[in-house]
């Protein structure tokens, strides 16, 4: 079992930035991917950002160039650094261990980005 907790949410003006932490319960990065995903009012879920377990990394075009995915291994945290926040990034974003194995996944609880003038 694998607990996620999110943190770094908040309300930002457009062109503002934010850091948001995702904290592992356990040392996982070498056998779990990660990621950031979001879900904005009335809209699905959709992946933002994402960090292998060798470190590679991809982004929503969305976000391409204003988001950056990254990891501290010994303090079992990801970020998610945004920056030229816009209103539509305006979301609770989500945190999400994949197995590199298995089909196993867990879910943090989510934290809330407002991005409002």
């Known amino acids: 079992q694998v607990q996620l907790v999110e943190s770094g949410g908040g309300s930002v003006q457009p062109g503002g930035s934010l850091r948001l932490s995702c904290v592992a319960s356990?040392?996982?990065?070498?056998?779990?991917?990660m990621g950031w995903f979001r879900q904005a009012p009335g809209k699905q879920r959709e992946l933002v950002a994402k960090i292998g377990t060798g470190g590679s990394t991809n982004y929503a075009d969305s976000v391409k160039g204003r988001f950056t995915i990254s990891r501290d291994n010994a303090k079992n945290t990801v970020y998610l650094q945004m920056n030229s926040l816009k209103p539509e990034d305006t979301a609770v974003y989500y945190c999400?261990?994949?197995?590199?194995?298995?089909?196993?996944?867990?879910w943090g609880q989510g934290t809330q980005v407002t991005v409002s003038s």
């Open positions: 999400r261990a994949d197995s590199a194995f298995t089909q196993r996944n867990y």
């Open positions: 356990r040392n996982i990065f070498s056998i779990y991917a």
